[in-house]
């Protein structure tokens, strides 16, 4: 079945950058977007960008613009999400998510999610 | 952006009974040239990620049950579950894809009277 596996808890302090790993399996990774959507205490889902694996194009919430980059190795079926600049705000749960089966676009839901990344970011 | 806001916030209904969910955006999510409302529902228990429920407003997952179904257009949708179990027990979020960025309600939590 489709699994997304996520890199493990991160402590960052305030300015510092994270990067966080999302292994993938079941699936052809060149088919697919991969989206990265955070979640702080209590609060909604917050999507941050996309990539398409396929042609490495991404797409980014213009909140996150300039600090956000998400790339691939296809090599690896994972995806990286690297946030700079990080402030204490910022601690939350990250997920990776796969676009919906057989979307050819971004525009779609997200389906399964990884199992969440904790970045806690504290002086 | 378009802002996504459900109602209630908070719900209890009794093991058996029906469970509805509201869900509206600030903008319509309907895209003519398909006809498809590009709205989605999630799952999400504690500790856990969000769990696909339905897509395009009113198609289930495989594997969901069909107690759960999804209606609406525009921009106005609705999540039924038609007979509360025990493992309902979660927080019921709506999400558009119609633009980006994607955007999410603040979530409904659902309990058991």
């Known amino acids: 079945q489709v699994q997304l596996v996520q890199s493990g808890a991160e402590v960052k302090r305030p300015g510092d950058s994270v990067r966080i790993s999302c292994k993938t399996s079941?699936?052809?990774?060149?088919?697919?977007?991969i989206h990265w959507v955070r979640q702080a205490p209590g609060q909604r889902p917050e999507w941050m960008g996309w990539?398409?694996?396929?042609?490495?194009?991404?797409e980014y919430s213009q909140k996150f613009q300039g600090r956000v980059t998400i790339t691939t190795d296809t090599s690896a079926s994972t995806a990286y999400m690297e946030l700079r600049s990080l402030r204490t705000e910022e601690t939350a749960v990250y997920y990776c998510?796969?676009?919906?089966?057989?979307?050819?676009?971004?525009?779609?839901?997200?389906?399964?999610w990884g199992q969440g990344t904790l970045v806690t970011v504290s002086s | 952006d378009f802002v996504m806001t459900q109602s209630p916030d908070s719900l209890a209904v009794s093991l058996g009974e029906r469970a509805t969910i509201n869900c509206k955006s600030s903008?319509?999510?309907?895209?003519?040239?398909?006809?498809?409302?590009?709205l989605a529902w999630y799952q999400q228990k504690p500790g856990q990620p969000p769990k696909l429920l339905i897509y395009w407003a009113s198609t289930r997952e495989y594997g969901v049950p069909d107690r759960f179904s999804g209606s609406g257009s525009g921009t106005d949708f609705t999540l039924t579950i038609s007979s509360l179990q025990a493992e309902d027990v979660a927080v019921y979020s709506c999400q558009q894809y119609y633009s980006t960025p994607h955007t999410f309600g603040q979530g409904t939590r659902l309990e058991i009277k």
């Open positions: 998510a796969r676009g919906g089966r057989n979307e050819t676009s971004g525009y779609s839901w997200f389906d399964p």
């Open positions: 903008q319509s999510v309907l895209y003519d040239s398909n006809n498809k409302n590009y």
């Open positions: 079941g699936y052809t990774f060149s088919r697919a977007f």
């Open positions: 990539i398409n694996a396929g042609n490495h194009h991404t």
